[in-house]
């Protein structure tokens, strides 16, 4: 096997990595601080689709963890960049928060529940079985379904919540449709990610703590991957899967000295 080129750039997940249930993990205000005294591009990734990345930098910032706003990249905004790619000014119904309605505000689209060319389904803290059945009647009128992410759960202090995904599946068993999941494992999300920093994938690296969703799409975007062992997945799973990471660390503070 070929060996890869030393990493000039670094892309890592934020739940699980960074943070934990609101807390900075030990070691990611170095890895962060290290990142930006070294000059080399990086961005800090999130599925969830609710927050805009200024939300995202403030609640950092109160948490210890200086991220500039260009330097966070979220499945609403590769969702807004890949619309804008397929069809410029175009229409949506939207089922989510400000963090999608923004992006696609910025993106020049008009959001309207009258013959939109795409539904939009994204996270919210409430799904409305009003807004699904709207969803269900535009996209059986020929609406183009698109979903921010796959995930079917999400974390919460008191458990996992029904997420994004599993609101797709429903809407998908009422209209027999797929929805086109833009955000990880979807490479395009990375892709696009590595592009917003001018970076290459065969000179970067992905952090993340989940094998199905970080590893997998740093892998199929040809990055380097590191697997975290602070959030999702365990050590033990690794090997259910048919890939593996590049290497597993214990948490984000092994790798400060990579940087």
């Known amino acids: 096997m070929a060996e890869r080129k030393p990493i000039e750039s670094w892309l890592t997940d934020m739940d699980g990595v960074l943070i934990h249930e609101g807390v900075p993990i030990p070691g990611a205000d170095a890895f962060i601080k290290r990142l930006q005294e070294s000059g080399k591009p990086f961005l800090v990734l999130t599925n969830n689709s609710i927050y805009t990345a200024r939300d995202l930098h403030a609640r950092l910032k109160r948490m210890g963890l200086e991220v500039p706003v260009e330097n966070i990249w979220t499945s609403a905004l590769a969702t807004a960049k890949f619309l804008d790619d397929q069809r410029p000014g175009g229409t949506a119904y939207v089922i ?21 060319d795409y539904v939009v389904l994204g996270e919210t803290r409430t799904y409305s079985f009003e807004a699904m059945t709207k969803a269900v009647r535009l996209i059986n009128n020929g609406a183009r379904f698109i979903c921010t992410n796959p995930d079917e759960t999400g974390p919460s202090l008191e458990g996992p919540l029904p997420a994004t995904g599993a609101v797709a599946a429903l809407i998908t068993k009422a209209t027999g449709k797929d929805p086109y999941f833009a955000g990880k494992p979807n490479p ?5 990610g590595l592009n917003a920093i001018g970076a290459h994938s065969e000179t970067s690296a992905m952090i993340g703590d989940r094998m199905d969703t970080d590893v997998l799409a740093g ?4 990055m380097e991957t590191f697997l975290v062992l602070t959030g999702l997945t365990k050590e033990s ?12 660390v214990n948490s984000i503070a092994d790798l400060v000295e990579r940087v």
Request: proline share 7%; no cysteine.
């Open 188 to 192: 395009l999300m990375m892709r696009t």
């Open 96 to 116: 989510g928060e400000a963090g999608l309605t923004t992006a696609l505000h910025d993106i020049g689209y008009v959001l309207t529940d009258h013959a939109p």
């Open 219 to 222: 892998l199929e975007a040809g």
């Open 237 to 248: 799973e690794v090997d259910r899967y048919p890939f593996r990471p590049s290497k597993i």
